[in-house]
């Protein structure tokens, strides 16, 4: 059963698009919300992270959306750019915890 | 300051034999984690490690899997003997404190292929 469910698998946009990444969760527990940035060879990176608080994050181009009724948050990529071509990945953990529950990722590619 | 270091980076062994992978934490950083992703699917815990002790191997799979921390500085990860499911990249991670607030800083991962 996967406790964090992530669409869609696979993204392309043009430059200067916005590709949108949508996550939703079932355990209310869950109170840290971070997304992971990996590109190939390298291993996921924290790009930013919201807890259920607030419903909007923004760090420069990257802003995550928070619905906490319906149990769902979102990034936004702004302006996207071809650097931006990665996998992203959403997360969610209880914060005492030091277990992160993982989606299945999304390949973004940002063309040109 | 050095990252988090795996090795080796790719992995190809016959099922049945036996890998073993390693983990240099950041120097420091007591709580060391490591993860797997099986192709396309989630990346999901394996276990925690804080210092040489280990906190919660609920992730592993089954006793094929054993995972040390010697000294509570390097970790190894070992598969014996392994299995065509066990296919996938390893990543460990560590923090100085626990609880996943402060973020992981994850290493790049070991690609294991079983042939």
């Known amino acids: 059963q996967q406790q964090v469910k992530q669409s869609p698998q696979s993204l392309i946009v043009q430059k200067g698009g916005i590709p949108i990444i949508n996550c939703a969760y079932e355990n209310t527990a869950f109170d840290y919300f971070p997304w992971y940035q990996q590109f190939p060879g390298k291993g996921p990176a924290l790009l930013i992270a919201?807890?259920?608080?607030?419903s909007e994050k923004k760090e420069g181009r990257f802003t995550i959306s928070f619905n906490k009724s319906a149990k769902q948050f979102s990034l936004h990529i702004m302006d996207s750019q071809p650097g931006d071509s990665a996998t992203y990945f959403c997360a969610a953990s209880v914060d005492s915890s030091y277990k992160l529950i993982f989606g299945s990722g999304t390949r973004l590619l940002v063309r040109p | 300051e050095a990252g988090v270091t795996q090795f080796p980076s790719h992995s190809v062994i016959e099922k049945g034999q036996t890998v073993t992978l390693r983990c240099d934490p950041i120097?420091?950083?007591?709580?060391l984690y490591w993860y797997r992703r099986v192709m396309g699917k989630e990346i999901k815990f394996l276990l925690h490690f804080v210092k040489e002790s280990k906190q919660d191997e609920s992730g592993m799979p089954n006793n094929r899997f054993l995972a040390e921390r010697t000294g509570g500085t390097y970790s190894t990860l070992k598969v014996q003997p392994a299995e065509l499911e066990d296919s996938g990249v390893y990543f460990c991670a560590s923090s100085q404190f626990s609880g996943t607030g402060v973020g992981y800083t994850f290493g790049s991962g070991t690609r294991l292929t079983v042939v």
């Open positions: 919201i807890r259920p608080d607030v």
């Open positions: 120097s420091g950083h007591d709580n």
